[in-house]
């Protein structure tokens, strides 16, 4: 009997001693995101930069094998890069710049069927209004008038934005600036920094930090195949559906809307759902449906997949990978769905490596 009572003790001090761990973990993990979320809002450039100079590592490697200085190396590098992103950037605005402009030749057309779809839309609700009791079209009137009144909301926000953002211009350029000159200088001086951070640690916690390193640069990696594993699922999901849908250029659009998908803030529904009730706004309701279902279905999908595939790939349990995500996205918007689970790989790390003690 005694042996039962000391056996369902340790079992309780046990599972006690999980659940104040699993709270301490927690509380820590909520205090880095709201840690990053503040330094991110100082450091922002200094962060962009100090992966910048992580990306070009292997670049001004090349360089550096050529008998180059580390200078001259880390500078094309960033040359390079920069004059690719230029370069994609040119071309998209080239190609949006041209679809603007077929957009604006055919306008003619839309305008015409949006026109007779509004009047016939019009004539219905004349003969219905009439049909109708007074509250119900007193009802109406005033919704009507609620959403003319939001509608107008919309456009006075999206305007003061589109201002803002060509104020904010000069700022970014000054960002642009010193994000430059810092991933200049990040990279060119890395071991240098590397070392004085180790010296400031003792030879175990050297060795700690350097497996720390190797574990987060591991789980880069994973994170960086898992973002590209969920940008081929989205392009084949796009080309199928689009294929099947009877789209023209569906293999161009499926490219287009795979890349934009990277991006936390837009996502494929930025280009599929306006697409969507544009069709069906001009009559082409079986074009517009289908869209609005295949987004679903890229959308379901997604989510039903990007815990397992992220989780996997940075070594953390689905479960866990959906939480990071949904307590990021929460704390810090958009962003927090990759900064989530970037710190809670790092939690893992440091536990890896000795520096916070393991599950048991």
């Not at 008038?145 to 003061?160: F, Y």
């Not at 180790?198 to 190797?214: A, C, D």
């Not at 930025?270 to 001009?282: E, L, M, Q």
Request: hydrophobic share 50%; aromatic share 10%.
């Amino acid at each position: 009997m005694k042996k039962e009572v000391d056996e369902y003790t340790h079992y309780i001090l046990r599972t006690l001693a999980t659940l104040l761990r699993l709270i301490v973990y927690t509380l820590i993990f909520l205090a880095a995101v709201f840690g990053l979320k503040i330094i991110f809002q100082y450091l922002s450039p200094f962060i962009i930069a100090l992966l910048i100079s992580f990306l070009i590592k292997p670049i001004s490697k090349i360089f550096t094998s050529m008998k180059l200085g580390k200078g001259i190396s880390v500078a094309i590098s960033l040359l390079l890069v920069y004059g690719a992103l230029f370069a994609l950037l040119t071309l998209g605005l080239s190609k949006g710049i041209s679809e603007l402009n077929y957009l604006t030749s055919t306008l003619p057309l839309y305008s015409d069927a949006i026109y007779k779809y509004i009047t016939d839309l019009s004539r219905q609700a004349q003969n219905i209004y009439i049909q109708l009791p007074p509250e119900v079209t007193t009802y109406a009137i005033e919704t009507a008038k609620s959403l003319l009144d939001k509608m107008g909301v919309l456009l006075t926000n999206t305007a003061k934005y589109a201002v803002n953002t060509l104020y904010s211009l000069p700022k970014l350029g000054i960002l642009f600036i010193i994000t430059s000159v810092a991933s200049f200088f990040f990279a060119k001086d890395s071991d240098k920094i590397e070392d004085f951070i180790y010296r400031q640690f003792t030879p175990n916690w050297r060795s700690k930090l350097s497996s720390l390193k190797k574990n987060l640069l591991s789980s880069l990696v994973g994170f960086l195949k898992a973002q590209l594993i969920l940008l081929t699922m989205t392009f084949m999901e796009s080309l199928i559906g689009l294929n099947i849908i009877g789209v023209k250029y569906a293999l161009i659009i499926s490219i287009f809307v795979s890349l934009v998908d990277i991006l936390p803030v837009l996502g494929t529904g930025s280009v599929y759902v306006p697409w969507a009730i544009v069709s069906i706004i001009i009559g082409k309701y079986r074009l517009g449906i289908s869209l609005l279902v295949l987004y679903a279905v890229i959308i379901v999908i997604r989510y039903m997949v990007e815990p397992k595939v992220v989780g996997q790939q940075l070594g953390i349990h689905p479960l866990i990978s959906l939480i990071s995500m949904y307590v990021g996205a929460k704390v810090m918007g958009p962003i927090g769905v990759i900064l989530g689970p970037t710190i809670a790989v790092t939690i893992k790390a440091t536990q890896n490596v000795g520096i916070l003690p393991k599950f048991k």
